[in-house]
């Protein structure tokens, strides 16, 4: 019954690349996030949503594009992948209804070589 | 203490002992939230305390706030080992657009 889900859970690509990230969530929550998760440092985020069809940069937009074709789900683009964006990457819904407390997915892991 | 930029801290205690992390945040908050990150899995919500309470318990968890200092602990009491994984906290920095801004957490290890 997990509410936050990604896919895919690991997944490698090469320099250059396109890489699609994909999250769903079934909280009915109108926010999305996305953060990207480094060894030793804590959660920076990338981009955001408001709403299907709404997406916000975060702190660390360079790079990523990010879609919200539905309340449900969140994608997040990388259209021309670096070894510098490897990393673990969280999305998260919430509202202020509940605080704005986020609920975490499982986490993609990204390798690129 | 976490904040921003600063590295991981790391804690190292034995299971049965107290331990308090601190926080401390930048500009003015309505609310700081403690999250907790196990191993390969997703940051949980484990307390929450506004901006008008200074303490809140819930079972061996405590979070203070202190906003005249801009900073805020947690305390768990008798921890297990169950109780290892990395502590973050988080703050709304007043904004009412959703947007979290998280410490850089601490890693706590309770040895069994």
């Known amino acids: 019954e997990a509410a936050v889900t990604q896919s895919p859970r690991n997944k490698v690509a090469v320099t250059g690349g396109k890489v699609t990230l994909s999250c769903n969530q079934t909280n009915n929550h109108n926010n999305m996030y996305w953060y990207r998760q480094d060894t030793g440092h804590g959660l920076r985020l990338i981009h955001y949503?408001?709403?299907?069809?709404?997406?916000e940069k975060g702190d660390i937009p360079d790079g990523y594009k990010a879609s919200r074709p539905s309340q449900e789900n969140f994608s997040l683009i990388l259209e021309l992948a670096t070894p510098s964006q490897t990393s673990v990457y969280f999305c998260?819904?919430?509202?202020?209804?509940?605080?704005?407390?986020?609920?975490f997915g499982p986490g993609t892991r990204l390798l690129v070589l | 203490s976490q904040w921003g930029e600063e590295n991981l801290q790391a804690l190292s205690i034995q299971e049965g002992e107290d331990v308090t992390m601190n926080c401390s945040y930048k500009?003015?908050?309505?609310?700081v939230q403690w999250y907790r990150q196990k191993s390969g899995k997703g940051p949980a919500l484990i307390i929450l305390?506004?901006?008008?309470?200074r303490e809140k318990r819930s079972g061996r968890l405590r979070a203070t706030l202190d906003t005249s200092s801009q900073s805020s602990s947690l305390s768990i009491t008798g921890t297990l080992a169950t109780d290892t994984a990395v502590y973050f906290c988080?703050?709304?920095?007043?904004?009412?657009?959703?947007?979290?801004?998280f410490g850089a957490g601490t890693q706590l290890i309770v040895i069994p």
């Open positions: 988080a703050t709304d920095e007043g904004s009412a657009l959703g947007r979290l801004h």
């Open positions: 500009t003015y908050t309505t609310v």
């Open positions: 949503s408001y709403g299907a069809g709404s997406t």
């Open positions: 998260a819904s919430g509202d202020r209804a509940h605080q704005d407390t986020q609920y």
């Open positions: 305390i506004r901006s008008n309470e």
